[in-house]
């Protein structure tokens, strides 16, 4: 019994699953701000192209 607990305190003191996982949220937000950063520029640049292109005709 000794050496589950023994796992047990290990396991609990471990802070390397936290540590992925807060990894992982960091990783989900820079991908959300960077799509809807790409997503807000393609439709300005789209917007401008469309001006142009009614512009020189």
């Not at 992925?20 to 807000?40: G, N, S």
Request: net charge positive.
């Amino acid at each position: 019994m000794s050496k589950f607990a023994n796992s047990v305190k290990r396991f609990l003191a471990s802070e390397d699953g936290p540590t992925a996982v807060e990894y992982a949220v960091m990783l989900a937000l820079i991908v959300v701000v960077c799509i809807a950063a790409v997503t807000t520029v393609g439709t300005n640049a789209s917007a401008k192209f469309t001006s142009v292109s009614n512009s020189l005709t």
